[in-house]
């Protein structure tokens, strides 16, 4: 299932390409999920900066939907398409905030990593990391979706 607020992108087409069905319906959380089954939940975000906006600007509208997932015993998957050199939570630490650039009080990678970190040891989150090219395959993967790749 996909989340009718997530709009058309590579994901569809990856689905799309491999004969993969894929309902657009309005999820109770995240943006990927397996039809009958929302025990998983795959949340997608477009970069570190989009990350960013949600634990800064947005933190309790973002905490809400965390805390929900938590109380219905749902597994909430974050899954950054951030790609470069962050392939893991650690490697957060070494990111370099573009809007640091123009305000000082813009979150440095150190900042949102000590945040991530205190999320997942809260509220059971997990942070995945990966290129934009790999995000198709990867939410397959993290859905226990089995792919026969081109």
């Not at 805390?67 to 990111?95: C, M, P, Y």
Request: net charge positive; charged share 25%.
């Amino acid at each position: 299932m996909v989340d009718t607020r997530e709009q058309k992108n590579h994901v569809t087409r990856y689905l799309n390409a491999r004969n993969i069905p894929n309902v657009r319906s309005k999820l109770y959380l995240g943006d990927y999920a397996l039809l009958g089954n929302q025990s998983v939940v795959v949340d997608r975000k477009q970069s570190l900066t989009e990350l960013c906006g949600n634990l800064c600007q947005q933190h309790v509208r973002f905490r809400a939907e965390i805390e929900r997932a938590q109380s219905a015993g749902i597994r909430l998957i974050f899954l950054i398409e951030h790609g470069g050199e962050i392939k893991t939570l650690a490697d957060v630490r070494g990111w370099e905030n573009p809007r640091l650039k123009t305000s000082p009080l813009a979150m440095s990678g150190e900042a949102m990593h000590k945040r991530m970190v205190t999320i997942q040891n809260k509220y059971g989150v997990e942070w995945v990391f990966c290129r934009k090219t790999e995000t198709g395959a990867k939410i397959c993967e993290l859905l226990g979706i089995e792919t026969q790749e081109e």
